[in-house]
């Protein structure tokens, strides 16, 4: 996304009053909220170019093999806008990893998809180990808190052994084997009668 020198001015001005605050001048107000709905927009058509881009990528694939060169380049930008690849883009790029391009896109997208894998797995580990902590953070507090008991009555806390960490998948157990395409059966001949 890119902003225009005017629009750079009123991101300036805004972020100077977030700062600093300040009153703010009527037309300061109006052109920040102008800015807002500017940015509001080029977010919601970004989004529908994202959703129409996947949409033309799934066309493409369902027509693969006819579709390879174009197939390839959708492929591409979606990949270069973010696109993490799903496992029907691995399964084309192995049935076509013959050619030279789609081989060489299908080491990036094996790449890109196992980080995406590591990094969910990551979030997951974090999000579970998170409130464990958090609970035995918050069960020490209590146990210092003052009052209540003398101190050669108070049980030493016992240490919570730290959360385990899942194992990282091998990708050989998070995307399926190859397997070689099946070759067409021979077509029919057609007898001159």
Do not use: W
């Not at 805004?14 to 052109?31: F, I, K, M, R, S």
């Not at 980080?115 to 146990?143: E, N």
């Amino acid at each position: 996304m890119a902003f225009s020198a005017d629009e750079l001015r009123v991101l300036r001005r805004a972020l100077a009053v977030a700062l600093h605050p300040a009153p703010l001048q009527d037309e300061d107000v109006q052109d920040a909220l102008l800015l807002a709905e500017s940015v509001d927009e080029a977010v919601r058509e970004a989004g529908r170019l994202r959703a129409f881009l996947l949409d033309d990528l799934a066309r493409y694939r369902e027509a693969l093999p006819g579709s390879l060169s174009g197939y390839l380049e959708l492929l591409q930008d979606a990949l270069a806008a973010g696109y993490d690849p799903a496992a029907d883009d691995l399964a084309a790029l192995r049935a076509l990893r013959r050619n030279p391009a789609a081989a060489a896109l299908l080491a990036r997208c094996q790449i890109l998809a196992e980080r995406s894998v590591r990094a969910r797995l990551a979030r997951v580990s974090q999000a579970t180990a998170t409130p464990a902590a958090a609970t035995s953070v918050s069960r020490a507090r209590l146990l210092a808190l003052p009052g209540g008991r003398a101190a050669a009555d108070k049980p030493k806390p016992t240490p919570t052994p730290p959360p385990a960490e899942r194992p990282v998948p091998k990708p050989s157990e998070v995307f399926p084997p190859r397997r070689r395409p099946v070759p067409p059966p021979p077509p029919e001949e057609r007898v001159a009668g």
